[in-house]
């Protein structure tokens, strides 16, 4: 293995180890920190010297909010895939000479066994068999 495919490999580094760890402490203090106001007092808060802080009520609805949004986005986003899809008949659906199949993208000396196999159109036929077989 070359050091250029060593550089860009998705396994684990020490920094990104030490990145993990970050974000993992710095969430489990966040989260701690946002209890903590939700539940303290504002007298306490006040004694503090944290007079500017947001209502309560800011607390409990901007989770809430986003909650809801991302599980609001995830059926747009289906719906929004689902009606992008051509119809079975549909022009774009045609083979023609530029397409790549799998017959034409066979597996040549010039690759290595370890290389990924190269991209291809799949037939419509093959996808219908699988999905409704």
């Given amino acids: 293995m070359s050091k250029k495919q060593a550089e860009h490999s998705p396994g684990p580094k020490p920094e990104r180890a030490l990145f993990g760890f ?8 966040l ?21 500017y802080l947001p209502d309560k009520y800011w607390y409990l ?3 809430a909010f986003l909650i809801y949004a991302v599980l609001g986005y995830l ?11 051509l119809d079975y008949d549909s022009i774009n659906n045609i083979n023609d000479e530029a397409s790549l199949t799998r017959a034409s993208q066979t597996r040549s000396n010039k690759y290595s066994k370890d290389s990924i196999d190269p991209a291809y159109d799949i037939p419509i036929s093959d996808i219908n068999r699988f999905l409704f077989k």
Avoid at 22 to 29: A, E, N, Q, R, T
Avoid at 31 to 51: A, H, K, P, R, W
Avoid at 75 to 84: A, D, H, R, V
């Fill in 22 to 29: 970050f974000l993992f402490i710095s969430s489990i203090i």
């Fill in 31 to 51: 989260f701690i920190l946002y209890i903590l106001f939700s539940f303290v007092s504002d007298e306490t808060l006040n004694q503090i010297g944290l007079n």
């Fill in 61 to 63: 609805a901007i989770p």
């Fill in 75 to 85: 059926p747009i986003y289906f719906l929004i895939n689902t009606s992008k899809v």
